[in-house]
């Protein structure tokens, strides 16, 4: 079975050794360099990459993925597409060789979007960037996805158990073009209900509150935009952009409807649980906070934020606990919150100050 990854990159010296440790399990790699200006190509070649250098423009993500996925030869099995501020775990190729099978069209495995400061997990979900060689387009000038252009249909998605990708980008890097180019996507294809909530959050990450609550309401208008998980995602972040704009009543119903959309996430809870904290309703964030507590099995789906898995729900509820007079009860949720994230020393000095104030009640 042949494996071969593929990439493309620009200015990313940095990464290259890592990047290809990681990657010469494959039989090949193949790079498509858009215009570095570093010694990014020099390095790539001197550790055995295939690297063609090339230039985009108009740049598009999709159109450069293109250009790469041609790099790769006809007669490879199963193409890797990974960026080279990407890991995957030792092991990854037998993993995935044991999961593919004959006419498999993808594989899904594993992903870690980013890490938090102690080192620890943050966002987690599974991705589906191996695919087999024919078949397959990358469309949408940014959020680019793999699409099936081939006769028929696709062979099945298996899922790579094993397969584990780490990504730990140049935090310095700016995803300044990721606007221009959604507004572009969006006006390609108005109808692609992915793309519109897309370009409602990103609105929302610039502050643009009434760009995002108004593309992620016609978001939620749309006949295809059906999924639940992505549904309830634009309800939060029109939520937040009601928060910002100082509606509290509004940013509350949106999450209100956040959490009927999708009951089995906990990220609505959690952010109905923060409004409430910011405005001291204490007993509500101890009924949300335990809402979420409650979900046990974490998402698989990139909708999975880091935040409600963590400390974050406890780290709540010791709070409010304090708040309302229960000090014994708050020290065993500062504990718990201190126990996910150790280095935290907000969370260190919670659980000191609870156990002398608690140590002093039962003398």
């Given at each position: 079975m042949k494996v071969v990854v593929y990439a493309i990159c620009k200015n990313e010296s940095q990464f290259v050794d890592r990047w290809m440790d990681s990657m010469e399990e494959a039989d090949q790699v193949v790079v498509l360099d858009t215009g570095s200006t570093d010694d990014t190509v020099e390095k790539l070649r001197a550790r055995g990459a295939e690297v063609t250098?090339?230039?985009?423009?108009?740049?598009?993500?999709d159109t450069a993925r293109n250009r790469s996925l041609e790099l790769v030869p006809e007669d490879a099995d199963i193409c890797v597409c990974t960026d080279l501020d990407e890991v995957f775990h030792p092991g990854?190729?037998?993993?995935?060789?044991?999961?593919?099978?004959?006419?498999?069209?993808?594989?899904?495995?594993?992903?870690?979007?980013?890490?938090?400061?102690?080192?620890?997990?943050?966002?987690?979900?599974w991705y589906e960037k191996i695919h087999a060689r024919r078949g397959y387009r990358w469309t949408h000038p940014v959020h680019e996805v793999l699409s099936w252009v081939g006769e028929g249909k696709p062979g099945p998605m298996v899922v790579a158990d094993g397969v584990q990708l780490d990504h730990h980008p140049d935090p310095t890097k700016s995803r300044g073009q990721y606007l221009p180019l959604l507004e572009l996507s969006v006006a390609e294809d108005p109808e692609d209900d992915r793309n519109a909530h897309y370009l409602g959050r990103e609105y929302m990450f610039h502050g643009r509150w009434d760009d995002c609550i108004a593309t992620l309401k016609r978001h939620l208008a749309m006949p295809k935009a059906v999924w639940r998980d992505e549904r309830a995602a634009s309800m939060r972040y029109i939520a937040k952009s009601y928060a910002q704009k100082g509606e509290g009543r509004l940013a509350r119903d949106w999450y209100l409807r956040a959490i009927a959309e999708a009951p089995h996430l906990r990220e609505p809870y959690m952010d109905l649980a923060m409004l409430l904290y910011e405005q001291e309703q204490w007993e509500g964030v101890l009924y949300f906070t335990g809402c979420a507590l409650e979900i046990q099995e974490r998402p698989r789906t990139y909708i999975c934020e880091a935040a409600p898995w963590g400390s974050l729900p406890h780290d709540l509820r010791a709070i409010a606990l304090y708040r309302t007079g229960r000090k014994a009860e708050a020290l065993e949720?500062?504990?718990?919150?201190?126990?996910?994230?150790?280095?935290?020393?907000?969370?260190r000095g919670n659980v000191a100050l609870l156990e002398q104030e608690t140590a002093g009640q039962t003398q």
């Open positions: 250098v090339e230039q985009i423009h108009p740049w598009r993500f990854w190729r037998a993993h995935l060789e044991e999961a593919w099978e004959p006419g498999a069209g993808q594989a899904t495995y594993r992903y870690t979007w980013s890490f938090n400061p102690d080192g620890s997990e943050g966002v987690v979900f949720e500062a504990r718990l919150a201190l126990s996910l994230e150790p280095g935290n020393e907000r969370l």
